[in-house]
């Protein structure tokens, strides 16, 4: 093995089951991703190749992962009480979690590994490296017309002097007529990789705000994947937020099944120093009548990199599919960067479909404004920041999970006048 998986070479060679072993020679055949893949063209795994990423050990730092999880539920009061699924370094933590009553729970420990529908090994190196050494995983499922309230799913990364990797695999299925409101948060402390697969599939009518919120270490590598399908009538609605990492990606493969069905794909980055930070999504449009929504904002400091790819594709059978994309970037410094590629592939001819991006900077006229009104600069500058995010926040769709976004982005903003 060679370049970044021979990080992983050893546990790959330990691993036992027919399907890990097929998903190892998927991985094998192709490898994982370099800047050749165009999928991969602005983004670069070479931090995988810097270290050999042990498996979790059995024991971890607990008062670390305690001290996280208060960090993370502590930011507003409403999370506090709402029910939580924790997982530390990939594995269920049982005394850390409080489960929900609305929800059928169960996990992937609890089950042997079969085949994915959407996240298949075949079609994606990192699902294929995922379901090689997935642990553990949430799976949610919500009865027909239930209404399972707020739920959070916290993943805390705990490494000590060990890089370590842990690469859960979560599925949430919502029944006709269900809703639920998912918020996805994580941290972690230490040198890790963070890989999960997400499965999600909305039922006919069915409804789910999907929040995800990425705080993680500031060594850590966290490549997320998501595959969504959205029946008829059915709304899926999510948002994710970035402000953690040195290497993110959030990558989202959505299908929208039958007449009606509705797609939210938004998010936003607020990345400095050196981290990179890259939000890519496929929406296809399987049926007619169907909208899809996609609008990413980014706020870039220092040699920090944003990466935006959003790829529409709409199939013949899709007529009048009503989709938008739109990318727009804040970049603070000279240094900072953005790569967008918004993408249309039509095959249908009776559709409304558009895509935008666009770059600036802080407007000087603004920030004079308010320095002549005897703001200091560095809160000026903070104001201005916020209120380009709070346009993106806006569009969370639950009111509770907007305003826990705006809280760490607030706490985000002070830490950052501090250290001016």
């Known amino acids: 093995?060679?370049?970044?998986?021979?990080?992983?070479?050893?546990?790959?060679?330990?691993?036992?089951?027919?399907?890990?072993?097929?998903?190892?020679?998927?991985?094998?055949?192709?490898?994982?991703?370099?800047?050749?893949?165009?999928?991969?063209?602005y983004t670069s795994l070479r931090p995988l190749s810097a270290q050999e990423f042990q498996a979790p050990p059995a024991q971890y730092d607990a008062a670390q992962a305690k001290s996280l999880l208060d960090n993370l539920l502590s930011q507003h009061d409403a999370v506090q009480s709402l029910p939580r699924i924790v997982f530390v370094n990939g594995r269920f933590v049982k005394d850390l979690s409080l489960l929900p009553e609305g929800v059928?729970?169960?996990?992937?420990?609890?089950?042997?590994?079969?085949?994915?529908?959407?996240?298949?090994?075949?079609?994606?190196?990192?699902?294929?490296?995922?379901?090689?050494?997935?642990?553990?995983g949430a799976i949610l499922h919500v009865a027909k017309g239930a209404d399972a309230g707020r739920v959070l799913l916290i993943s805390l990364g705990v490494a000590g002097d060990t890089a370590i990797s842990f690469h859960p695999r979560?599925?949430?299925?919502?029944?006709?007529?269900?809703?639920?409101?998912?918020?996805?948060?994580?941290a972690g402390v230490g040198a890790y990789f963070h890989n999960p697969v997400t499965e999600v599939t909305v039922g006919e009518s069915a409804k789910l705000y999907h929040t995800t919120l990425q705080a993680e270490g500031p060594q850590a590598i966290a490549l997320a994947t998501t595959y969504v399908q959205v029946a008829g009538h059915g709304v899926y609605n999510s948002f994710a937020l970035g402000l953690g990492s040195l290497l993110s990606r959030h990558e989202v493969h959505a299908r929208l099944n039958a007449p009606h069905a509705q797609l939210h794909v938004n998010g936003a980055q607020n990345l400095a120093e050196h981290q990179v930070g890259d939000i890519t999504s496929v929406i296809t449009h399987a049926a007619s009548d169907c909208i899809s929504r996609q609008t990413v904002r980014n706020v870039l400091d220092g040699h920090a990199r944003g990466v935006f790819q959003g790829k529409v594709l709409v199939e013949q059978v899709a007529q009048k599919t009503d989709g938008y994309q739109m990318n727009q970037a804040l970049l603070l410094s000279e240094n900072a960067e953005i790569d967008a590629k918004p993408e249309l592939e039509i095959y249908a001819d009776d559709?409304?479909?558009?895509?935008?991006?666009?770059?600036?900077?802080?407007?000087?006229?603004?920030?004079?404004?308010?320095?002549?009104?005897?703001?200091p600069e560095a809160q000026a500058r903070h104001i201005l920041i916020a209120a380009f995010l709070d346009e993106a926040l806006s569009l969370i769709e639950d009111e509770t999970a907007q305003e826990y976004c705006r809280a760490m982005l607030a706490i985000r903003f002070s830490a950052e006048r501090k250290a001016a």
């Open 170 to 186: 979560h599925s949430v299925v919502l029944e006709e007529g269900a809703h639920l409101s998912l918020l996805s948060l994580s």
């Open 1 to 41: 093995m060679s370049g970044p998986l021979s990080s992983f070479a050893q546990r790959l060679n330990d691993v036992e089951g027919a399907e890990r072993q097929a998903a190892i020679g998927a991985l094998l055949r192709t490898g994982l991703p370099d800047r050749h893949v165009e999928a991969w063209k």
């Open 104 to 136: 059928d729970v169960s996990f992937f420990s609890q089950k042997s590994l079969t085949s994915d529908v959407q996240a298949s090994p075949d079609r994606d190196p990192l699902v294929a490296l995922n379901t090689a050494l997935v642990d553990d």
């Open 351 to 375: 559709v409304r479909c558009s895509h935008g991006a666009t770059v600036g900077a802080l407007d000087d006229d603004q920030l004079f404004y308010m320095r002549s009104r005897g703001v």
